[in-house]
């Protein structure tokens, strides 16, 4: 999807490491030693030593511990398979995730596992698909937790337990599921007695629905209960199937990107077999939000994907996308919502977010998203651009010909932000340079002039935003994104971080009746409505003021189309 798709944040667990030498456990996947010192992220970072040299794997054993080894193995195997492109899964795999016990639970698993295999899913169990003949396969094998699309627990007591293996394989099942790529079903058979609150502890320990939470100390069938309760309803694909969805999904997402709308139409009209998959449905839905004026079918058929599957992270974004082509920006703020913090997808998100927000025309929140945006991924050209339109639409003109000039910097024939820098020039007054620009995109296009004239800013032209004194200032810790907030007067929206008249019920961008109390202090954690990670706090500076947002509306002042490109996009 144009500019910030393929740009992943990597999964790591982290790891602490000790010189103690453990036992290899080799026909049990579940027990290692106690732990560690030092933060491990894969297994090249462990054996890479300070002077350039390489450890082999037994001396790393003997240094760092099995443990310690197996956890860096483990991080790198996963952070390869996650690069992978992966479809929703027909039928989805399944993970089966269990601490080795007696031999009635060993039976209990088999059952619940064949229980699934019957349905139709693909099901890993280490009992069936790993041998371990070396001490490295254990990682390797547990690392395909990252190609599934549901990791079942089978959790007890023993399972809880900290420092053994099956403890780790639970920390990467949980950050998985934080990260969007699968999702976990704990079948929980029974629980430490201590344990306060089982059902939110197991929640937050999992990263798992609470849908997805089963207590199954009364059900006497596991079979019988799975077979109810994980039904099968979408299509079954063989080998070959699959690898033409793939190549389908990636190919026409690309045309439609560039605009060529008729073409991805007759590439997937010429795959009949794979019309029920929800990738070519969200390929329908993309073509018809963007090239028909009766957008009601692609609202349809988004809709329904949104509420009726388990759709993974990338087609939540194309889902967003359509609902933002066809004037819906609150549901594409709901349906973007959940890829926030730790989600793989946090870049995209935040791009996503800061765009739809500048939309509704909430810029001090749209400039915090970008600008988390920008903290993650670095300078981009595209993005910058877009940070210039930001600036420039909250009457910002000197921030937005940084941007826009940084954003030529690294990109010099980049013909939209030649075009936005020319009108921030001529608003300033500076119409030498401007023409400079004008000349210069004259000659590759030859309605340059009309284009920049169009982009000249329809705001009270001010050259810099002015701090107001009347405003409380917060900060988040993390991501330094900052907010300003009329004491009293206003609300912080606690969802999307637009600030917002305090009269009104809810956020007028994304919905939320949640806000952010105007009593923050130290004492009091809120967690940043941006990043989603770090927490706010009143700052001690007064930032830029935040402009009145009683009445947001739809104001599209940005170079939307460029009438040199195809693409209807500003990140073709």
């Not at 199937?241 to 991805?264: C, I, N, P, V, Y």
């Not at 967003?320 to 870049?347: D, I, Y």
Request: with cysteine; hydrophobic share 35%; net charge neutral.
């Amino acid at each position: 999807m144009g500019l910030m798709v393929g740009l992943r944040s990597v999964i790591i667990i982290g790891s602490r490491a000790t010189g103690r030498q453990q036992e290899v456990p080799r026909q049990m996947v579940g027990v290692t030693g106690s732990g560690v010192t030092g933060i491990i992220e894969t297994l090249d970072d462990l054996l890479r030593q300070p002077d350039g040299k390489r450890l082999s794997i037994r001396e790393a054993l003997g240094l760092f511990g099995y443990r310690a080894v197996w956890i860096a193995a483990l991080n790198g195997h996963v952070k390869d398979i996650s690069r992978k492109p992966k479809l929703h899964g027909y039928p989805p795999r399944i993970f089966i995730s269990y601490k080795w016990q007696d031999d009635a639970h060993g039976r209990w698993v088999r059952s619940v596992t064949d229980a699934f295999r019957d349905i139709g899913y693909e099901v890993l169990l280490d009992q069936y698909d790993c041998t371990v003949k070396d001490h490295m396969d254990v990682p390797r094998y547990v690392s395909l937790v990252a190609e599934s699309h549901y990791i079942v627990m089978i959790v007890t007591a023993e399972y809880l337990e900290m420092g053994t293996w099956v403890f780790d394989e639970s920390n990467m099942a949980a950050n998985l599921s934080e990260q969007g790529i699968t999702r976990n079903i704990a079948l929980v058979r029974d629980v430490p007695s201590n344990m306060p609150n089982p059902a939110a502890t197991l929640i937050g320990r999992f990263g798992c629905d609470p849908t997805d939470l089963h207590f199954m100390g009364s059900i006497s069938d596991p079979y019988s209960f799975i077979q109810r309760t994980f039904p099968i309803d979408g299509p079954r694909y063989d080998a070959e199937q699959k690898r033409r969805l793939m190549a389908l999904r990636d190919e026409s997402a690309a045309l439609l990107d560039s605009g060529q709308f008729r073409t991805a139409a007759e590439m997937i009209d010429a795959s009949p077999d794979l019309a029920e998959s929800i990738e070519v449905r969200t390929l329908i839905a993309l073509i018809y939000a963007k090239a028909s004026e009766n957008k009601q079918p692609a609202l349809d058929t988004a809709r329904a994907l949104i509420d009726s599957h388990a759709i993974n992270s990338f087609t939540r974004l194309q889902l967003a996308e359509v609902f933002r082509c066809c004037g819906q920006h609150r549901e594409a703020l709901q349906a973007v919502s959940p890829l926030r913090g730790k989600n793989q997808f946090a870049s995209n998100a935040a791009y996503f977010y800061g765009n739809l927000l500048d939309d509704l025309g909430a810029y001090e929140a749209a400039l915090n998203h970008l600008e988390y945006c920008r903290l993650m991924l670095g300078d981009q050209p595209h993005l910058l651009n877009d940070l210039g339109v930001v600036h420039k639409n909250n009457s910002d003109l000197r921030q937005a010909e940084r941007c826009f000039r940084r954003a030529l910097e690294l990109l010099p024939d980049d013909l939209n932000a030649q075009a936005n820098l020319a009108a921030v020039l001529m608003d300033m007054h500076r119409d030498v340079e401007a023409n400079e620009i004008v000349a210069r995109g004259r000659a590759r296009f030859t309605n340059f002039a009309e284009s920049v004239k169009a982009q000249r800013s329809k705001a009270e032209r001010d050259l810099g935003k002015r701090p107001s004194a009347d405003r409380i200032g917060y900060i988040c810790g993390r991501c330094r994104s900052s907010f300003q907030i009329a004491s009293y007067r206003q609300r912080l929206c606690g969802d999307c971080g637009v600030v917002y008249d305090a009269g009104q019920p809810h956020c007028p961008c994304c919905g939320s009746d949640g806000f952010v109390p105007v009593e923050v202090s130290d004492e009091i954690r809120v967690r940043c409505p941006v990043c989603c990670i770090g927490n706010i706090t009143r700052s001690t500076s007064t930032g830029t003021s935040t402009l009145p947002t009683t009445s947001v509306t739809l104001w599209r002042a940005r170079l939307r189309s460029s009438p040199w490109q195809k693409s209807p996009r500003r990140d073709s």
